[in-house]
């Protein structure tokens, strides 16, 4: 909510949260709080964290610029950051406790840090839910989220839990910090959730007396055509990617469904395109994407159809031929599950963190031999990596296989330039989600990188795996509500 009297200056925000550069303010209040308050550490509270240069400090100042407050937050481990961040060391000031001031929203490194929640940990010296230290404890959390962090958690004194809790924190259990009793506490992060509602969870319901289900092919990426080796696959691309970045859609049109025939371990044989422009050189521009990826792949375009004066639309229909498809709900427990992906390239322009391009500068060769290894490799089962990204279709593979779906975190095959979050929700151009018996070989495809990196268990929905072994749930059911593949067609 907006504070108009704040905004024109008629009233200044009693506190004002953002990131801190200079630190020895905050350090000294923690001192003040942890070592000669509290007694929980001897001379310094000072560790392995404030080292680490990753480590973001948000500081609460009052009108006179005076640090009244405190948080840090950062990756939980060393190396690579995963995603896994934890908050610490939330220190108020004795005379800023219980005070129930408004916080202004600041803007930190990548983003708003005054959002909707946070963390923190070892008390806050006795805040309240509507005080200083809960705003910190909220700004942290928006923070930590727009960094692209899927786990956040907190240790905290007991007598913060309650705060945490009102904030919106889980009790995971406790714990022990510098011998005496808190609480981990862990944020709710529902990006992955969020995505897998808002593109597959409406399309059970939608697809009744449509998908094919009681011939054993449940959400599969094409259809087999009956009394042939025939298989047919349809996309759409986004209108507003089609406005936006035609030579782009026009490519992705071709490259979706090659990889839709991919995952069913389908050769493809041609396309037909149907496309909508408001004018002939917006068209034309559109074109031109199709047909350099119909040249990249080697895939004849057999017809299509375009109209003209009209809002921007297109939609790729490809047939491919498969004697013996492979089924994306082929999985059973115990399975292992297989990331094999394209980490070449980076974001498209314009679409940062949701499409990453690792086809457009590839050779035909290359393209080739990615989306022939299905084929080659024959696994029990087989997804490619839609706009669900990774973690949703993975999603899927497990649903249609009556399955779910562990996820190991840091054995995910990634880029360097994109975040864990990032990365798990995005189409990555070219990834494949494959299920097969454990110890199975590694694929070989092209320049794409192939990595065991889960397996299927009873039960249904996503899980993430964490290094300290930490499950968290991310999918709780099904992703499409259009269920399992009869267990008589998967034998």
Known sequence: MLDVPTLTGVRRPTVTIERADELSAYRSLRRDVFVAEQGLFAGSDLDERDED????????RDREGRVVGGVRLGPATDGP?????????????????????????????????GGRGAGGERGA????????????????????????????????QPRAATM?????????????????????????????????????????????????????????????????????????????????????AGWCGVLVNVNDLSAMGAAPVGLLDALGARDAEHAARVLAGVKAAAAAYGVPILGGHTQLGVPAALAVTALGSAPAPVR??????????????????GWRPGHTGRQWDSTSFRAPADLRAMSSFVAAYRPAAAKDVSMAG????????????????????AAVPRPDGATMSDWLTCFPGFGMLTATDAGTGAPTAGPATSA????????????????????????????????????????
Do not use: Q
């Not at 800023?96 to 990548?110: C, H, K, Q």
């Open 328 to 345: 994306g709900g082929g999985g059973k427990p115990g399975h292992e599950v297989r990331l094999t992906v394209d980490l070449g390239g």
């Open 81 to 113: 950051d995963l995603g896994w961040w934890t908050g610490g060391r939330l220190a108020v000031a004795p005379a800023w406790r219980g005070v129930s001031g408004r916080a202004d929203r600041t803007v930190g490194e990548r983003g708003a840090v």
């Open 390 to 409: 990774i973690a949703g279709t993975l999603g899927m593979l497990a649903e249609a296989s009556g399955c779910r779906a562990v996820l190991d975190v």
């Open 452 to 491: 065991v990196c889960g397996e299927l268990v009873e039960g249904s929905g996503v899980t993430l795996r964490w290094p300290d072994g930490e499950l968290t749930e991310v999918i709780a059911s099904g992703v499409t509500g259009l269920g399992a593949t009869p267990t008589e067609e998967k034998r």
């Open 53 to 60: 240069p990753r480590t973001v400090v948000l500081v609460a």
């Open 164 to 248: 945490f809790r009102r904030l919106g924190w889980d009790t995971v259990g406790p714990v022990t910090v510098a011998g005496r009793p808190h609480v981990l506490m862990r944020w709710p992060i529902g990006r992955i959730a969020a995505l897998v509602a808002a593109t597959k969870s409406d399309l059970g319901a939608l697809l009744t007396g449509l998908a094919p289900g009681g011939a054993g092919w449940v959400g599969d990426d094409g259809a087999p055509v009956p009394g042939s080796d025939l298989i047919a696959a349809c996309d759409a691309i986004l209108p507003s990617m089609v406005e936006r970045d035609p030579e782009w």
């Open 125 to 156: 010296g006795g805040v309240g839910a509507g005080g200083v230290g809960a705003a910190l404890v909220r700004a942290a959390c928006a923070y930590a989220e727009n960094a692209g962090v899927l786990r956040f958690d907190a240790t905290v």
